[in-house]
C-alpha cells in the first residue's frame, strides 16, 4: 500500500461528494405536486418507500377498481429506500439466525415464504419493466477471527437441519471466491439475496403504481390521523386525504400512531463507494462471481460491487444520537468514514490506489428484535409495519401483503404467524434509551475484541430478547 494512504487512509475520501450514491442520478426523476385541499379515496398510504410504494402497487394489483392515495413528506425514495446497500434478501427476519433464535417452530415456513417472496419481486421488476440492475448473486458471508470460523460452521449445521443448503468454505476456498488475506472461512448462499440499484427499484415501482392509476403526492408530509365518522383523515402540510383504510409506512420517522413510537429507534447507519475498479484491480481481488457480502462480526461491515463496478462499502459503526435525534447535519461523519476506510484497506490491500467517490448516512428503524413487527389502529382501519433494522429492501414487501391482509380482513398464512402476530419488546425513555444502546454498542465491540465472548450485559439483554444490532 502506498505509504501516503497507509499512514492515513482518509487521503482516499478527500475528493468523495458527500452524497448518496445511488441518488446522484441524472435518471432521478422530478418531484410530483403536493397535495393542496381534500382528497377521498379507499386507501391513503403514508410514505413514499419500499413499504407505501409495494402496498400501494399490491392493493392496485388485488383490487384494481380501489383508489388508492398515497402522500409523502420528501421524494420517493429519498430515505431508507435510496441510501441502502442495495442487498434485496429472502430473510424476513434479519437472518437465519434471528429467526430461529425467535421463532424456532416456524422458521422453515419463515424461510419459505422470504424465499417465494424474492422470486415474486424478480417477476414484479419483469412484469413492469423496471431496470434496477437486479442480479441474483446470492451472498458470501466471511469469518476474519476464528470465533468467527466455529460460528460460521455452526450457523450452516443449523440451516441444513432446516432443509437449506449453505456451502461452508475454509480459507483457500473462500479466498478462491474473493481474495483478502483477513479471510479464514465463508458461508455462502447462492440463492437467498439479490443486489439491486435501490434508488432505481424505488422510481420503478412509484411509475408502475403510477400506471396503475394510484395518485401519488410528494412534498407532502403528512402530520396527524384522526378518525371523521367510518373515514380516517390524514391531515398533512396543505389538506388532508380522507379514506376509508390508512397503511402507514413511515419506517424510522414518527409513527402518526403514537403508542408505537418507544418500539422503534433511528440508528444513523454510514456507506461509501469507490471509483469504479479496473479490469487490473478486479483481478486482483478475483470477485468475479459479484456475491453480496458481509464479515462476521457484531459490528460488521456489508459490501457489493456496482453496476460499473465499484465497491460500496459500509456498516460497521451505527449510531444512536440521544433523543432519537435526526438531522440532515448527521449524515456526515467523517469519523466513522475514516474508520470505514481503513478497514477497506486492511480488507483489500491489493487495492492501494483506489479511492473513494461518495459518502453517505442515514437512518435505519431498529426494534429489539431486529426485524419488522405489524399491528392495527383505529379499530382495524389503520396498519402498519415498522422496525425492519436495515434488511428491508425484500422483507417491505412482504410486509405491504401483511397490512393489506389486515386491513381487507383476510385469514392468510401471514397473518397466522407467530412473527406478525406477536410485537418487540419497547426502548426505555431517555436517558435509559441511550445509556443502554450505548453499552450495548461498546459490549459488541468489546466482544470482537475477546474471541466473541458476550459479558454479562449481552448475555442479560439475549436472556430479556432484547438487544441491538449493527
Known amino acids: 500500500m502506498s505509504q501516503a494512504i497507509a499512514a492515513d487512509p482518509a487521503r482516499a475520501l478527500v475528493h468523495a461528494e458527500p452524497v448518496p450514491f445511488w441518488l446522484d442520478d441524472p435518471a432521478r426523476p422530478a418531484a410530483l405536486p403536493a397535495l393542496a385541499g381534500e382528497e377521498r379515496a379507499d386507501l391513503a398510504v403514508v410514505g413514499g418507500g419500499y413499504c407505501g ?16 392515495v398515497l402522500v409523502e413528506a420528501r421524494e420517493a425514495g429519498w430515505a431508507a429506500s435510496g441510501r441502502n446497500g442495495g442487498f434485496c434478501s429472502s430473510s424476513l427476519t434479519h437472518g437465519f439466525g434471528n429467526g430461529l433464535a425467535r421463532w424456532p417452530g416456524e422458521v422453515a415456513e419463515l424461510e419459505r415464504l422470504g424465499m ?73 448462499d447462492r440463492d437467498g439475496t439479490a443486489l439491486l440499484n435501490p434508488a432505481r427499484l424505488a422510481w420503478g415501482l412509484r411509475d408502475a403504481c403510477l400506471r396503475l392509476g394510484v395518485r401519488i403526492y410528494e412534498r407532502t408530509p403528512a402530520t396527524s390521523l ?3 365518522g367510518p373515514n380516517l383523515v390524514v391531515t398533512t402540510a396543505y389538506g388532508r386525504v380522507v379514506a376509508r383504510r390508512v397503511a402507514l409506512a413511515t ?119 431486529f426485524s419488522a413487527f405489524y399491528g392495527t389502529a383505529a379499530q382495524g382501519r389503520a396498519a402498519y409495519a415498522l422496525g425492519f433494522t436495515g434488511l428491508g429492501v425484500g422483507a417491505t414487501r412482504f410486509a405491504a401483503q401483511v397490512i393489506l391482509d389486515r386491513l381487507d380482513g383476510l385469514d392468510t398464512a401471514r397473518t397466522r404467524l407467530a412473527m406478525v402476530r406477536s410485537r418487540p419488546v419497547p426502548f426505555p425513555p431517555e436517558p435509559l434509551r441511550w445509556l443502554g444502546i450505548e453499552l450495548t454498542r461498546r459490549s459488541m465491540a468489546r466482544a470482537d475484541r475477546n474471541g466473541g465472548r458476550r459479558n454479562l450485559w449481552l448475555r442479560t439483554l439475549d436472556t430479556l430478547g432484547l438487544g441491538f444490532d449493527s
Not at 53 to 67: F, N, S, V, Y
Not at 318 to 326: D, E, I, K
Open 116 to 188: 417465494r417472496n424474492l422470486d415474486e419481486i424478480e417477476d414484479a421488476l419483469r412484469r413492469y419493466g423496471i431496470d434496477c440492475d437486479w442480479e441474483r448473486t446470492g451472498e458470501l458471508n466471511v469469518a476474519t477471527r476464528p470465533h468467527q470460523v466455529r460460528e460460521l460452521r455452526e450457523e450452516a449445521e443449523a440451516m441444513r437441519r432446516h432443509g437449506l443448503s449453505p456451502e461452508f468454505l475454509d480459507t483457500e476456498r473462500v479466498r478462491a471466491e474473493v481474495a483478502s488475506p483477513t479471510y479464514l472461512a465463508g458461508l455462502l
Open 226 to 228: 384522526t378518525a371523521r
Open 53 to 68: 410504494l409495494w402496498t400501494a402497487l399490491l392493493a392496485k394489483e388485488r383490487d384494481p377498481g380501489r383508489d388508492v
Open 251 to 369: 419506517n424510522a420517522f414518527p409513527s402518526l400512531v403514537h403508542r408505537v413510537r418507544p418500539y422503534v429507534v433511528p440508528v444513523y447507519d454510514y456507506a461509501m463507494v469507490t471509483e469504479p475498479l479496473t479490469d487490473a484491480q478486479l483481478a486482483a481481488i478475483g470477485w468475479r462471481n459479484r456475491h453480496g457480502m458481509a464479515d462476521s462480526g457484531s459490528r460488521f461491515h456489508y459490501y457489493r460491487l456496482t453496476a460499473d463496478n465499484r465497491i460500496l462499502w459500509g456498516g460497521y459503526d451505527a449510531v444512536y444520537h440521544y433523543g432519537s435525534r435526526m438531522s440532515a447535519d448527521l449524515d456526515q461523519r467523517p469519523d466513522t468514514f475514516r474508520v470505514l476506510a481503513g478497514n477497506f484497506f486492511r480488507t483489500f490491500p491489493q487495492l492501494e490506489d483506489v479511492r473513494f467517490t461518495h459518502t453517505w448516512g442515514g437512518v435505519i428503524d431498529t426494534c429489539t428484535r
